[in-house]
């Protein structure tokens, strides 16, 4: 199923410069125990005509609040939102959103979907059916007005979810990341599709901001790629200018090398010729649950990505690893950044390397690698340290779940705090440290706990 598409252009689309969006100072808090947590801080954005945008970061540094804020259906906390130098009040009226879920309401037509937004516009009924068969026309999904979602594959939905956008001629089209919910090849097969209306000047809109976790759709598709950094909340890391002309080939030097560039920056990594390390860790002694959150990876996935880098000798290019598996660079950040965490790896030049302690944990039996994942843990992930440390000095022994919590929600929304929990439990249970009962959700010092095992500073 193809777009109506004239054929595509060789180059990128002249900007004509107009401001469409603009945050200025945008500061964005949800409600934790404790006040308002800052999940955004300091956003200066600008969104101009005829270019396409990507937020791009990990997994909870606000990229999807960010689209929210600019689509005006979250107040900012601090600062402003501006469309067209008009400071926003309610939902931007220039803006319409494509989700990753599709959200089509499933007892409408593809027809009646689509038309829902110029419903709210209080366009006419004649207006409405003509705008929705043209857009239904443009993205691809001519013969379908009819079907109900619950007869598309999951491409057809999204097409659905494009064409409702579309029809009601947003200056600006926002996506937040549209295409993970699809297979590999049919998302392929949208993205390109619709760069190609982008760059045949046939899109109905202006402008174009995608949220997205991948980096090479991100460079596939943006002029612009912004990267969000999330510690300790949500900040403009950095921004790159994409520059290459349309239709893109990743397997272009120079796409590669910007690939490259941004993955050093999402993942924190200094420039090549530099140590190696982490820009935004913590040293070690001044470590605390709340400036080092453990990253959302479970022990069977860093366990598994240990084992992986020993059978390639001990040292990988991470991008090569992913490949294999079949996953975006970004699909393994976690894990990465959990034996970076637990100094059983170190980032050189583009390599994952095991540590001498990383390569006894993955080569270990399951009873050795408890003992040397038990170290690491107490050695380096705050939140395990500050568990077991309350655990041992508590004559019972035992402590509810939500005495953490509260200390928790002192530094991260209550989300937030549900997965440094969870994370917590998998790898202080794993070491042994301590059991968690989730019926009185009760932490309780582990059987085995050796009150020996060292605890820095403790
Ligand atoms: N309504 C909410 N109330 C409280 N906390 C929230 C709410 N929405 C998001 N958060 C928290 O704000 C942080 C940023 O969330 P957001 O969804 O904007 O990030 P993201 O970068 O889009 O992440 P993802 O890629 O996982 O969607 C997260 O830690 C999340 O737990």
């Known amino acids: 199923m193809a777009m109506n598409v004239l054929p595509s252009t060789t180059t990128t689309r002249p900007a004509d410069g107009d401001l469409l969006l603009e945050t200025a100072g945008l500061t964005k808090s949800y409600a934790g125990a404790d006040g308002e947590l800052p999940v955004l801080s300091g956003i200066d954005l600008q969104v101009r005509a005829d270019e396409v945008v990507a937020l791009l970061g990990k997994s909870g540094s606000g990229k999807s609040t960010l689209l929210r804020c600019l689509a005006g259906l979250l107040p900012a906390s601090s600062g402003t939102v501006t469309y067209k130098n008009t400071p926003l009040t309610g939902a931007n009226p220039g803006t319409a959103m494509v989700f990753q879920t599709f959200a089509l309401l499933p007892w409408l037509t593809v027809q009646q979907n689509v038309e829902l937004g110029l419903e709210a516009k209080g366009v006419g009924a004649a207006e409405r059916a003509e705008a929705a068969r043209q857009a239904i026309d443009l993205i691809g999904l001519d013969g379908f007005e009819s079907a109900y979602p619950k007869e598309l594959s999951g491409g057809m939905r999204q097409r659905v979810g494009f064409a409702r ?135 069977d996935g860093l366990s598994g990505l240990a084992e992986m880098v020993l059978n390639r000798g001990g040292r990988c290019d991470l991008a090569d690893l992913a490949d294999d598996l079949g996953l975006e660079i970004d699909d393994i950040l976690p894990q990465v950044d959990a034996l970076d965490l637990l100094a059983f790896t170190t980032l050189t030049g583009d390599d994952l390397l095991l540590t001498e302690t990383g390569e006894r944990f993955a080569d270990a039996d399951v009873q050795e690698s408890k003992k040397i994942f038990a170290e690491a843990v107490l050695g380096h992930a705050p939140l395990v340290q500050l568990i077991t440390r309350s655990l041992r000095q508590n004559p019972g022994r035992a402590l509810r779940s939500g005495f953490f919590r509260d200390i928790l929600a002192h530094h991260f929304t209550s989300e937030q705090v549900t997965v440094q929990l969870e994370t917590a439990t998998d790898w202080g249970r794993y070491a042994e440290l301590y059991s968690y009962d989730a019926e009185p959700q009760e932490y309780r010092l582990g059987e085995n706990d050796d009150a020996d095992a060292r605890i820095p500073g403790y």
Do not use: C
């Open 165 to 299: 956008a579309l029809v009601v001629e947003p200056d600006v089209l926002m996506m937040d990341e549209p295409f993970s919910a699809l297979d590999v090849l049919t998302a392929e097969n949208l993205r390109g599709e619709l760069m190609e209306l982008w760059e045949s000047g046939q899109f109905p809109t202006r402008a174009i901001v995608l949220v997205t976790h991948n980096i090479e759709e991100a460079v596939l598709m943006a002029d612009r790629i912004v990267v969000l950094g999330s510690r300790p909340y949500g900040t403009i890391r950095e921004v790159f200018e994409v520059g290459l002309d349309r239709p893109r080939d990743r397997n272009a030097a120079a796409f590669e090398d910007l690939i490259d560039r941004v993955y050093r920056t999402m993942t924190g990594r200094q420039k090549e010729g530099r140590t190696p390390g982490r820009a935004e860790s913590v040293e070690l002694d001044k470590r605390t649950p709340a400036n080092t959150p453990l990253p959302q990876a479970s022990v």
